[in-house]
Nanobody, 130 residues
């Protein structure tokens, strides 16, 4: 059974940092691309960061323009984990953050549109407020 579980969300002040974790089970992580998708109240879910499928320690990461330089995605195939480090957080980053798995991802690229992804976690709340 494919399962994704997010953790690491919470309340942080503007300018602060958080590291989200996505724990994966029930499939071979090497063969899947993984993405992170915040969904703010009243808004559609959008892709902000993704990482390609991986053969060993080599993988490709991508980010939406509005988070470049602030968010970093990484993966650990041994631990079956994907991480999203978020720096310089702002109130507009407040959302429920979901991780998801794409079984068609290549080793050399990843995709941000949510429709690409087949398997989803339950989400973790991130609130940026003073």
């Amino acid at each position: 059974q494919v399962q994704l579980v997010e953790s690491g969300g919470g309340l942080v002040q503007p300018g602060g940092s958080l590291r989200l974790s996505c724990s994966l089970s029930g499939f071979i992580l090497n063969n899947y691309g993984i993405g992170w998708f915040p969904q703010a109240p009243g808004k559609e879910r959008e892709g902000v960061s993704c990482v390609s499928s991986s053969d060993g320690n080599q993988y490709y990461g991508g980010h939406a323009d509005f988070v470049k330089g602030r968010f970093t995605i990484s993966r650990d195939n041994v631990k079956n984990m994907v991480y999203l480090k978020m720096n310089s957080l702002q109130p507009e980053d407040t959302a429920v953050y979901y991780c998801a798995a794409d079984p068609t991802a290549l080793r050399t690229s990843c995709r941000l549109p949510p429709a690409t992804y087949d398997y989803w976690g339950q989400g973790t709340q991130v609130t940026v407020s003073s």
